[in-house]
């Protein structure tokens, strides 16, 4: 879990957790361009190259916190293969992805950092992000820490997750189906 990763509250010790907004802003209207000139395919790639710089962004940002902003890996020099191998220290999970399957999570990140006011990107009634060019997620410094994928949750799983968020089992089953195992 991605709890193992960060040092329980009672323990008296120092720890942080980070959390990012990157978006790429434009790009939706800039496909638009192309759609309504009946031009998918340069809409579809304007679309995917928006996603690769909000990507990128989001790679630059936990890069600079790696090495500069936490430091925690200051003298790291990594080639850009191990990059993408993702060989270096520390994570950036995403909700809505396998290690974090709550989308609703994406609120608590939204409100943190007060997201829309400050990057313009906001969240839809289902918790998709807009504009499309846009990734979010969670930063762990922690040495061991890796993805994992959270797979079928039983009942009492679920009843003591909708416990912790304060909302009722239904509405838990609803944003975790995909995850539930009974």
Not at 15 to 33: R, S, T, W
Not at 50 to 76: I, M, N, S
Not at 110 to 129: D, H, P, Q, S, V
Not at 156 to 174: C, H, I, N, P, V
Request: proline share 4%.
């Amino acid at each position: 879990a991605m709890s193992d990763f960060i040092a329980p509250k009672d323990s008296g010790q120092v720890d942080a957790c980070g959390a990012f907004v990157a978006c790429i802003e434009g790009v939706d209207a800039f496909a638009k361009e192309f759609e309504d000139a009946h031009d998918d395919y340069s809409s579809i790639m304007v679309k995917a190259i928006g996603d690769r710089f909000a990507e990128g962004l989001a790679e630059y940002t936990h890069h600079k916190v790696r090495k500069e902003l936490w430091g925690y890996a200051a003298d790291e020099a990594l080639s850009n293969e191990d990059l993408i191998k993702e060989k270096y220290r520390g994570i950036r999970p995403a909700s809505g992805y396998p290690a974090t399957p709550d989308h609703t999570e994406k609120a608590i990140i939204w409100e943190l950092l007060n997201a829309e006011a400050n990057t313009g990107a906001a969240l839809t009634e289902n918790f998709a992000m807009t504009p499309g060019s846009c990734v979010s997620g969670l930063y762990f410094a922690h040495p061991e820490a890796k993805y994992t994928h959270v797979g079928p949750l039983n009942k009492d799983q679920f009843e003591e997750y909708a416990a912790r968020k304060g909302q009722s089992l239904k509405e838990t089953e609803r944003w975790l189906a995909p995850n539930r195992g009974y």
